[in-house]
């Protein structure tokens, strides 16, 4: 397999270690260090929770993610920034590092909420509300799919599925499905925002981030690292579990696997071995480099797998056991099958598979050559 040639060093590859034992209770915050504060809210999804940062100014805090559009998410920032250190000052900017729902449900409710500005120092503040910052990408994808609410699937997704292999009762099942719970999740994306992109340096408080943008898990996810060392990587690296990479039915073809392992490689240069990673599930830790190697063999192993059980021809879905080698809940279903899609479109892309279109309106999928002819 053309695997990518990471050009690494050796001696950045430190252990993983975790910086705590445990996170704060929702509504608590905790201070890395002076200016630095993590908070964590709950979420009502198979994903407990969202990790978000505070960064502190002389005017007052920027929030980077947001949490999703949830009575205990709301609950959770209003505790905190109505009681103990974070009550001091208002929130003036909040950062959203990609447009998923638990990174930005609460961008427009933040936005317009005085009771979290925390008695604004200036009436041009008050008048002003906080200032939402993210990429063009974010903020375009997010208010995109706040106007696409629909009731039922669309055609093009009806498509997607059946080409990955669904058929009989799951088919007409998925005919019924609601297609996505994004608005619900979501309030109202600000309308104006203030854009960030690669290379920007927001000169925050005593710390200036650089921005640096990952793609692969949502387009143009923005990633802030620190002059002190610390990056702050929403989930474009996390600690304990692999981003999800799901191909949308809208761009059924995307490669995001060589987007994702581009990122993770760019990654893994930049950190030092003391770089503390503040990603936006788990634990804050370091070893950001060897993270990332983790990361990229991961993904090769799981292509790997694949590339094995292609030597007979099968669907998108009768290769879901093979790569993720466990049982799968049904509510894994729909993800994991965006994730093999892919899988197979960057093998397709490599010419290391073909395809076939079936009868059915499935793809066939399988491998151009026998592997020991490599
Ligand atoms: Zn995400």
Redesign the pocket.
């Known amino acids: 397999m053309n695997a990518i040639e990471s050009t690494i060093q050796p001696d950045k590859l430190e252990l993983i270690r975790p910086l705590y034992d445990s996170a704060p209770n929702p509504g608590e915050s905790l201070e890395i260090a002076p200016g630095l504060w993590w908070l964590r809210l709950p979420l009502s999804s198979t994903l407990d929770h969202i990790n978000v940062y505070v960064l502190e100014s002389k005017d007052g805090w920027t929030l980077v993610d947001t949490g999703s559009n949830t009575p205990i998410c709301r609950a959770a920032l209003e505790t905190a920034f109505s009681q103990g250190a974070l009550a001091r000052l208002p929130l003036t900017h909040i950062i959203g590092t990609?447009y998923?729902p638990?990174?930005i449900g609460l961008a427009g409710w933040l936005v317009d909420s005085p009771s979290l500005r925390n008695a604004p120092r200036t009436e041009r503040l008050r008048q002003r509300g906080a200032i939402f910052q993210t990429t063009r990408t974010c903020w375009l994808q997010a208010r995109l799919l706040q106007m696409d609410d629909h009731d039922l699937p669309r055609d093009e997704e009806l498509k997607f599925v059946q080409a990955a292999g669904m058929k009989g009762m799951e088919l007409a099942a998925f005919h019924r499905r609601a297609p996505s719970d994004f608005s619900s999740l979501v309030t109202p994306i600000p309308a104006t925002y203030q854009r960030i992109q690669q290379g920007d340096v927001l000169s925050i408080g005593q710390r200036n981030w650089t921005i640096h943008i990952g793609n692969g898990?949502?387009a143009e996810h923005a990633t802030l690292w620190s002059d002190d060392g610390f990056v702050i990587t929403?989930?474009q690296i996390l600690p304990g579990m692999s981003?999800?990479l799901s191909v949308h039915p809208s761009e059924p073809e995307a490669d995001l696997v060589s987007e994702w392992l581009e990122s993770c490689d760019r990654f893994a240069k930049l950190a030092t071995s003391e770089t503390v990673c503040l990603p936006?599930h788990n634990i804050p830790f370091r070893g950001v480099a060897t993270r990332c190697q983790q990361l990229i063999a991961n993904q090769e192993a799981a292509l790997n797998r694949l590339l094995e059980h292609l030597a007979r021809p099968h669907t998108a879905i009768d290769c879901l056991a093979a790569v993720y080698r466990r049982q799968l809940q049904s509510y894994e279903r729909n993800t994991t099958i965006a994730e093999i899609y892919g899988f197979l479109n960057h093998l397709y892309l490599r010419g290391e598979i073909r395809r076939e279109l079936a009868g059915d309106m499935s793809y066939l999928w399988y491998r151009t050559k026998s592997r020991n002819c490599e």
Request: proline share 0%.
């Open positions: 990609h998923h638990d990174h898990h949502a929403g989930d981003s999800n936006g």
